[in-house]
């Protein structure tokens, strides 16, 4: 079967001459920048957009979870638009195969050898299209790319680019034709968004400036691939003090304490929280994390990993409240996190 994906794009970066690492300041203008071209697509949702920077910038990726119509696959589609780095779609559909995605050895009959043919999945970022339609099989082949940015077929691993960035949309798991996302997929994937319904002004705008031509279709990139490595770079020497880091650990620790939980959150749910504040201070033109850091990404961290038990559904509660109501009651440090460095 031929792989349902579009590849296009320059050239990935290689190992060899790295680029300096940019300042925060430097980092704050190009995000601002990627921002900016992003929000030329999806009018009045600079949070969403926000979230999907932190993400990239935290060397995460992105599920974007909402019903139809409201912008998922705009998103995916301008982020990944706005770096000029390669850019591969994959449409999510029940017959895909896992080859569909990693690539398959092909015998060659003129060297009588096989020869890899690399999947969709070889690219700096990669768009999956409605992640949920697609059997549990197949959503399972993206779980190493995904953790260990690599790829094993037939014995022999082949590593992925870097930056390596999966942003997948999905609509709810009420809606027809769709499969629920297993536990170990939804936590490989840093953050998760909800775009929601634009309000009547961002709506009026929308259908104003979009209704005669397709906004992607006039989107050019305003970064690339080696200024976003460069950007992760950064952010990785983002300063997090003990305090913070304990701040962390405590609200991840919280969520195995809830009685209305089957199952709280990962150890590698801690290391993107951390990662996440990061980022998100790294935005916000600082080279060290305070506990507003960890506060602004907790919920699109946490919450998608939790699992409810029955009778928490029953009663209609939501892994979001949860994750709102642990940060209401866990001590926050009030000491100084700008105190220790390096």
Known sequence: MTPRA??????????GDAPETPGVDQLHA?????????EQVLVGKPEVVRLALVTLL????????????????SLAKALARSIDCTVSRIQFTPDLLPSDITGVSVYNRRTESFEFRPGPVFANVVVGDEINRASPKTQ???????EERQVTVDGDTYPLSSPFM??????????????????????RFTTRVSIGYPDPKAELAMVDEHAGHDPLADLRPVADAAEVHGLVQ???????STEVRRYAVDLVAGTRQLTELRLGASPRSTLQLVRAARAQAALAGRGFTIPDDVQAVAIPVLAHRLVLTSEARAARRSTTDLVRQLLDRTPVPRGDTERERG
Do not use: F, W
Request: net charge negative; charged share 20%.
């Open 58 to 73: 935290a060397e995460g990726h992105l599920l974007v979870e909402d019903v139809p119509g409201v912008g998922k696959t």
């Open 166 to 187: 999966v942003i997948a949309t999905q609509n709810p798991v009420e809606m027809e034709g769709t499969y629920a996302l297993p536990e170990a997929q939804r936590d």
């Open 140 to 146: 399972s082949a993206l779980l190493e790319c995904m």
């Open 234 to 240: 950064a952010v990785r020497q983002v300063h997090v």
């Open 6 to 15: 579009e590849l296009s794009g320059a050239p990935t970066t290689g190992t």
């Open 30 to 38: 190009t995000i601002q920048r990627i921002a900016a071209n992003v």
